[in-house]
């Protein structure tokens, strides 16, 4: 299946910092979709991008999918205690691939 | 139903015994799909149902994993012999439409444990 690389493995944010995460292939992609995953939760979707240069905004979250389609990115801003979790890129024609995952952790 | 509902919950596998995991989509929902997931690791694909017709089955770890969809609507996972390396959570996943551009519905997953 199609492999998304996913950076950072963890991050860790004071309350109110934003954050990014990054999702990267060396394949063009069909469609990037994200997820986020609560801890003891199961993944919950977010957003899908299918056109290059996309961008689509929810409140504090910025997702952006690259002109190339080979790369997405996931910004939240200013985040807030109940953004913990992990969250999740994946993509997929048929079958929906995971990427690996960045953990967000914020301070209070 | 209103979500996916997955059962049980949670479930304890002397190692070589076999177990059966239940997966009821939400209703009228076409495609389904299980996934593994390891602790701190990210969904890894097992299979993948359109209606009762087991599509792609090449992510299922070995001749031990089996599942089923017999009348296109609830799906069991079985593995045989269980080993101390299934141990994770099994998540069961469901979307309305034929492929996956549409957003999956994830249940809460039955937490395997395989001692």
Redesign the interface.
Known sequence: GQQVMQIPQYQHVQEGEDFTTYCNSSTTLSNIQWYKQRPGGHPVFLIQLVKSGEVKKQKRLTFQFGEAKKNSSLHITATQTTDVGTYFCATGANNLFFGTGTRLTVIP | GAGVSQSPRYKVAKRGQDVALRCDPISGHVSL?W?QQALG?????LT?FQNEAQ??K??LPSDRFFAERPEGSVSTLKIQRTQQEDSAVY?C?STLAE???E???????TQLSVL
């Open positions: 799909f996934y690791q990210g969904p890894e694909f993948y599509l792609d090449s992510g998540l996943a492929a996956t551009n957003k999956l519905f994830f249940g809460s997953g």
